[in-house]
């Protein structure tokens, strides 16, 4: 399907020419065929020779309904600008060729109605060089009389030519879907219309709307139900759970999770300088138009502040009016969806040069360049596929945070010598990191993650290392001998030094204030199975040659290693399946 929108000054014979093709009545309501003009938008379709279908979004052409016409134009890829031969070129046929302009509608077919009333040539002339200066360039163009039938059937065959010229849709792509009606079917629900720009919607599938998750429960297209509706498409969408009051006009239905819904955004500006735009107008995108607040940054470049917030994608192709005069002073691209804040003095003069060197298009390595640390995830969000998933970052800021955290690991280490190797998270706080795989990422040997510490492969100091020297010589000569509390007072160890000597390997504790050496243990089972079992606390209190201090928390070990036993009598056994 194509799907191509009208445009043209009122009573230039739009809706006449539609009616004419498809012999579908394009006015919805009854005060339009009253009055014998369009003034809200309407829809038909019709199959051309090719046997391909052109759907038709007809607008309004009167200057009071310029809103209604850019909320059909805007979604839409093609155009058939319509001009009256006996009228020529009028102010809406530039007020509306200005809005296609803006919105980069590049694809377009010049229709001279009434060729029956007047010489369609002057107009056709007048009205090609007008388009001739616009993002639509060169065109073909057709003389009808939908009175008289003549010049339709060129009509349809310039239809198809212009429909085979439009680029293929990316059916991957993220649906988003701009609702130009919503009403309530009685037994159905909610139904939602729009122009599918790009993308695939199927029933029974999630969508986002507002930000709220939607239910699919249904689709139409060209007035038949179906199960998928590829773009490009007009379609009908019955939404399960949502009232009639909380969509509207300007919603747009949306592929969950890859959109950014903003309120603030930066553009490039193209028509009128930036400085002679008013500091109040209203943003055209899709079938929305919001208010908004504008900040000139550059010479062509502005910061958005939007009455509402919108999905929008960098790259996005929008258009700017007064609402005071009434005109449309240009359009604009979005540069940034999420752009910084712009607190300090001097902030927005170094935004516009940043700014002035984006277009728009999908720049992964500019974006970490301005972002340094990004998801890939919100980048698909602001319309900017990124490479792999998870945290990208910048490679000279990745070079900076290298340093940074090899920095902070011997900082931390100064500050802590008895325990040296910092926590993960607390050397994530110190770099302002939002996730703990990032700074598994940034380490490099010796650097290496144990216990959710990160061991710098620092020396005990010196003072610790005499001290715990002198505890260990003394077990050489006694292994079971533990040194009293005092003795390890007047050494200067205390727990947070007994557990830096055990971290290290250097000693073993096995209670509070109990400590051996690392092979003691195994030495100890080794001594106690030389002994009758069972066996009693004293029997092997003088099997190991020490004191009841050390015995019972020395039996607790072993018992919680598995090594021995306690029996009911209370009584042990190294005999762990006796």
């Known amino acids: 399907?194509?799907?191509?929108?009208t445009a043209g000054h009122v009573d230039h014979g739009k809706s006449t020419l539609v009616r004419a093709l498809t012999g579908m009545e394009p006015d919805r309501w009854a005060e339009e065929r009253r009055r014998g003009m369009t003034i809200d938008l309407g829809f038909a379709w019709t199959r051309l020779p090719s046997g391909a279908t052109v759907a038709f979004v007809d607008v309004p052409g009167h200057e009071r309904f310029v809103p209604n016409m850019l909320a059909g134009v805007g979604p839409v890829p093609a155009a058939m600008l319509v001009v009256a031969a006996d009228e020529g070129w009028k102010p809406q046929s530039a007020e509306?060729?200005?809005?296609?302009?803006?919105?980069?509608?590049?694809?377009?077919?010049?229709?001279?109605?009434?060729?029956?009333?007047?010489?369609?040539?002057?107009?056709?002339?007048?009205?090609?060089?007008?388009?001739?200066?616009?993002?639509?360039?060169?065109?073909?163009?057709?003389?009808?009389?939908?009175?008289?039938?003549?010049?339709?059937?060129?009509?349809?065959?310039a239809l198809d030519r212009l429909g085979a010229a439009l680029p293929r849709p990316d059916l991957d792509a993220p649906v988003?879907?701009?609702?130009?009606?919503?009403?309530?079917?009685?037994?159905?629900?909610?139904?939602?219309?729009?122009?599918?720009?790009?993308?695939?919607?199927?029933?029974?599938?999630?969508?986002?709307?507002?930000?709220?998750?939607?239910?699919?429960?249904?689709?139409q297209s060209l007035g038949e139900p179906v199960s998928t509706v590829d773009a490009v498409a007009r379609v009908a969408v019955n939404l399960r759970g949502v009232e009639r009051s909380a969509v509207a006009r300007g919603d747009a239905l949306v592929s969950p999770g890859r959109f950014?819904?903003?309120?603030?955004?930066?553009?490039?500006?193209?028509?009128?300088?930036?400085?002679?735009?008013?500091?109040?107008?209203?943003?055209?995108?899709?079938?929305?138009?919001?208010?908004?607040?504008?900040?000139?940054?550059?010479?062509?470049?502005?910061?958005?502040?939007?009455?509402?917030?919108?999905?929008?994608?960098?790259?996005?192709?929008?258009?700017?009016?007064?609402p005071g005069l009434h005109r449309v002073p240009g359009g604009v691209t979005v540069l940034d969806v999420a752009p910084p804040e712009l607190r300090r003095r001097g902030a927005a003069a170094a935004r516009a040069l940043e700014l002035s060197t984006m277009d728009g298009r999908?720049?992964?390595?500019?974006?970490?360049?301005?972002?340094?640390?990004?998801?890939?995830?919100?980048?698909?969000?602001?319309?900017?596929?990124?490479?792999?998933?998870?945290?990208?970052?910048?490679?000279?800021?990745?070079?900076?945070?290298?340093?940074?955290l090899a920095s902070e690991v011997r900082r931390y280490a100064e500050a802590h010598p008895v325990d040296p190797d910092p926590p993960v998270d607390a050397i994530r706080r110190r770099l302002g990191l939002p996730d703990r795989a990032l700074v598994e990422r940034l380490?490099?040997?010796?650097?290496?993650?144990?216990?959710?510490?990160?061991?710098?492969?620092?020396?005990?100091?010196?003072?610790?290392?005499?001290?715990i020297d002198a505890v260990r010589a003394g077990l050489a000569e006694a292994p079971f001998a533990a040194p009293e509390s005092d003795r390890l007072a007047t050494l200067g160890l205390g727990p947070k030094e007994l557990g830096a000597a055990a971290k290290a390997g250097l000693l073993l504790r096995i209670a509070d204030g109990i400590v051996l050496l690392p092979g003691a243990a195994d030495a100890?089972?080794?001594?106690?199975?030389?002994?009758?079992?069972?066996?009693?606390?004293?029997?092997?209190?003088?099997?190991?040659?020490?004191?009841?201090?050390?015995?019972?928390?020395?039996?607790?070990?072993?018992?919680?290693?598995?090594?021995?036993?306690?029996?009911?009598?209370?009584?042990?056994?190294?005999?762990?399946?006796?």
């Not at 959710?452 to 005499?466: K, M, S, V």
């Open 1 to 5: 399907m194509w799907v191509i929108a």
């Open 96 to 157: 509306h060729l200005a809005a296609l302009d803006a919105l980069g509608v590049r694809h377009a077919l010049l229709v001279v109605s009434r060729a029956d009333l007047a010489d369609p040539e002057p107009a056709t002339r007048q009205a090609l060089a007008q388009l001739a200066k616009t993002s639509a360039g060169d065109v073909e163009a057709v003389a009808v009389s939908a009175v008289t039938g003549a010049g339709l059937d060129e009509l349809r065959a």
């Open 176 to 219: 988003r879907l701009w609702v130009d009606r919503s009403f309530t079917i009685r037994g159905s629900g909610t139904v939602v219309t729009g122009t599918l720009g790009v993308g695939r919607l199927a029933t029974d599938t999630d969508l986002e709307l507002g930000g709220a998750a939607v239910h699919v429960r249904g689709l």
């Open 260 to 322: 950014v819904f903003t309120d603030l955004v930066d553009v490039r500006v193209h028509g009128e300088p930036v400085a002679g735009l008013p500091a109040t107008v209203v943003l055209h995108i899709g079938s929305a138009a919001v208010p908004a607040r504008l900040r000139p940054l550059g010479t062509d470049t502005a910061r958005l502040r939007l009455a509402r917030a919108l999905p929008l994608h960098a790259g996005d192709r929008a258009l700017l009016r007064d």
């Open 362 to 404: 999908p720049d992964v390595a500019g974006e970490l360049r301005r972002r340094r640390l990004v998801h890939a995830d919100e980048l698909a969000r602001m319309g900017i596929p990124g490479p792999g998933a998870g945290w990208l970052l910048d490679p000279v800021y990745e070079v900076e945070l290298r340093a940074r």
């Open 443 to 467: 380490l490099s040997p010796p650097l290496t993650i144990h216990n959710g510490r990160i061991g710098a492969g620092q020396r005990l100091p010196e003072r610790l290392r005499r001290a």
């Open 524 to 578: 100890a089972v080794e001594r106690l199975a030389a002994l009758p079992q069972p066996f009693t606390l004293s029997e092997a209190r003088q099997a190991l040659g020490t004191t009841r201090r050390v015995a019972v928390p020395l039996l607790e070990f072993l018992h919680r290693r598995g090594a021995t036993r306690r029996l009911p009598d209370g009584r042990h056994t190294t005999d762990a399946g006796a």
